[in-house]
């Protein structure tokens, strides 16, 4: 019988004022602050160390969708038509960029690439058409590009792929299913997509990370279904593809009996995030975070078995220091060893990881090797050749599985 997995309380927790779900996590660049996402128009910013609230960011007039933190900047898109940047340092409003095509379109996802002076936002479907916008930060008064038939629904999530690849390129998924990899820097939406598939599921969050010195995507669906993809190349003709699908249905984490120790069995409620840097087994397959009222888990598997607990993230004793609400979100600081959850009740909970048995399965030497990310100098094939990729693209882009 294997040994039962480890026990973690949170080592500090606090309840926001006014107990606000708390819907995201994300770190600061600069000032050691994470940044909390709520179904509102209001940013929490609150303190690492403490979990105390130290500001709130309000300038939008809806909910905000979306948070990205890069070089002292905070950037936030919002269902009221916005992308807003925060200074990290004064906390003030410092840019507002409007999401206008003929008439505001609400901004449900974003990216940012300081470094290529550009600020991406996904919008929802208005007028039949899904808009991803490219600005230019330099002159944001109106998109520099964009690319509106990549998506044909709401568009979910935007990411900046991982460094397994000579370029980066940009994750988009959307509620039509489609999964697409495409290049920030192409004006031409045509030569821009260079991969996609369609996976059938109305798709909640994605993301990317390394494995076995490969890049693989993952996605996690409205109705808790996982899915999983590696990057590699067509050896017909050398495009890039999205291959080795797996799907892992809701049943693996969802609706589950454990015996949590001290506390009787509990059943697992809901899947909270999908978690890569957390672990990776020797499948390619990532680590979860799985959640009931009264604890959360780290779930991963092994060779060809269903998820299992690698650790409980429980509620302390008495009900101090934890989550008595659904936990919507988690974060892991890797440097920190430290693993921040967020609940409907509005509280923050931190979790040390420093105590546990190591998670991560993969090869550090292979997948941590920090490519430089310069673009490849293959030559173009000729229009022909271009054009008949074009049209296998478009023949997989609403070809569900």
């Not at 909640?204 to 490969?214: D, K, L």
């Amino acid at each position: 019988m294997p040994p039962a997995p480890p026990v973690a309380f949170a080592t500090l927790a606090h309840q926001q004022p006014g107990k606000p779900y708390i819907t995201g996590i994300t770190p600061t660049s600069l000032s050691g602050h994470l940044i909390l996402q709520h179904p509102d128009p209001v940013l929490t910013i609150a303190d690492a160390q403490t979990l105390a609230p130290v500001e709130r960011l309000t300038g939008h007039s809806g909910p905000v969708t979306a948070v990205q933190c890069e070089e002292g900047s905070i950037w936030s898109s919002a269902k009221d038509a916005t992308v807003v940047r925060w200074d990290e340092r004064s906390r003030r409003a410092a840019t507002t960029i409007k999401a206008f095509i003929r008439k505001p379109l609400p901004v449900t996802a974003l990216a940012v690439s300081e470094s290529d002076h550009l600020v991406v936002g996904g919008t929802e479907l208005v007028s039949s058409e899904a808009h991803i916008l490219f600005w230019d930060t330099r002159n944001a008064s109106e998109p520099a590009y964009r690319h509106s038939s990549t998506h044909s629904d709401d568009i979910t999530h935007l990411v900046s792929t991982a460094r397994a690849l000579p370029q980066r390129l940009l994750l988009s998924t959307a509620t039509d299913g489609c999964v697409a990899l495409s290049d920030l820097r192409e004006t031409d939406e045509e030569e821009a997509v260079h991969a996609e598939e369609n996976w059938n599921q109305s798709i909640a969050a994605a993301g990317s990370y390394g494995y076995e010195g490969r890049l693989k995507i993952w996605a996690r669906s409205d109705m808790d279904f996982v899915s999983t993809w590696g990057v590699g190349v067509d050896v017909d003709d050398g495009e890039l593809q999205l291959q080795d699908f797996t799907e892992l249905p809701s049943s693996q984490f969802k609706h589950r009996d454990f015996d949590l120790p001290r506390a009787g069995p509990s059943v697992s409620d809901y899947l909270i995030d999908v978690c890569p840097s957390l672990g990776v087994n020797n499948r390619g397959l990532p680590m979860v975070g799985v959640g009931a009222n009264e604890w959360a888990s780290a779930f991963s598997t092994r060779e060809n078995r269903p998820y299992h607990p690698s650790a409980f993230f429980v509620t302390g004793p008495g009900g101090a220091r934890g989550h008595k609400d659904v936990v919507r979100c988690m974060y892991h600081a890797v440097r920190d060893e430290a693993l921040y959850t967020g609940s409907e009740d509005g509280v923050l909970a931190g979790w040390s990881l420093a105590g546990l048995p190591r998670l991560v399965t993969g090869n550090p030497v292979v997948d941590d090797d920090g490519g430089d990310g310069r673009e490849d100098a293959a030559s173009d094939d000729d229009d022909r050749g271009r054009h008949d990729k074009k049209d296998k693209r478009r023949e997989k882009r609403h070809a569900p599985y």
